[in-house]
């Protein structure tokens, strides 16, 4: 379970990068996926650096 908390921030990186690669591909009306995939990506960062302080 410690491995996998320590990385769900990663995880949720990799999630952000996914969505940025489908808009790349398929870019939809609105700014919608941008926001969400900038979401992902600095949220994910946040829970990486706090969940390895608090495991560690």
Do not use: C, Q, W
């Amino acid at each position: 379970m410690n491995t996998f908390l320590k990385n769900f921030g990663i995880i949720l990186i990799i999630l952000g990068v996914v969505v940025l690669g489908i808009y790349s591909i398929d870019t939809p009306a609105s700014n919608t996926p941008l926001i969400f995939a900038g979401l992902l990506l600095i949220g994910g960062t946040i829970v990486h650096v706090i969940l390895n302080r608090i495991i560690e």
